[in-house]
């Protein structure tokens, strides 16, 4: 449906910032409600950040608000995450993903991308 490609991970010190961005390669991206979600080694995969098709809507997990945030150039099909305040806790790979319905639930995502590695020095 969407092939998706994640970039701009790598090693920042705590306190620190990095951008993610996820390219889309599918002709139907403004259609897509795009999220974020971040696997530690022997942990779950958990939501991290949506935003919906248009860009008016956006949701963040608990651990990340304030912190974090979403955006979307549907132009450029890109979605981005800006990650400020980082903390050793948010190591992990994080994953871009496309759902057709606006939700926070990974099931429902049907599109991911490789993935892309974010760690956090103390």
Do not use: H
Request: charged content about 15%; glycine content about 12%; some cysteine.
């Amino acid at each position: 449906q969407v092939q998706l490609v994640e970039s701009g991970g790598g090693l920042v010190q705590a306190g620190g910032s990095l951008r993610l961005s996820c390219a889309a390669s599918g002709r139907t991206f403004s259609m897509y409600t795009m999220g974020w979600f971040r696997q530690a080694p022997g942990k779950e995969r958990e939501f991290v950040a949506v935003i919906s098709d248009n860009g008016g809507r956006t949701y963040y997990s608990d651990s990340v608000k304030g912190r974090f945030s979403i955006s979307r150039d549907n132009a450029k099909n890109t979605v981005y995450l800006q990650m400020n305040s980082l903390q050793s806790k948010d190591t992990a790979v994080y994953y871009c993903a496309a759902s057709l319905l606006v939700t926070t639930t990974t099931q429902y995502f049907g599109s991911w991308g490789q993935g892309t590695q974010v760690t956090v020095s103390s």
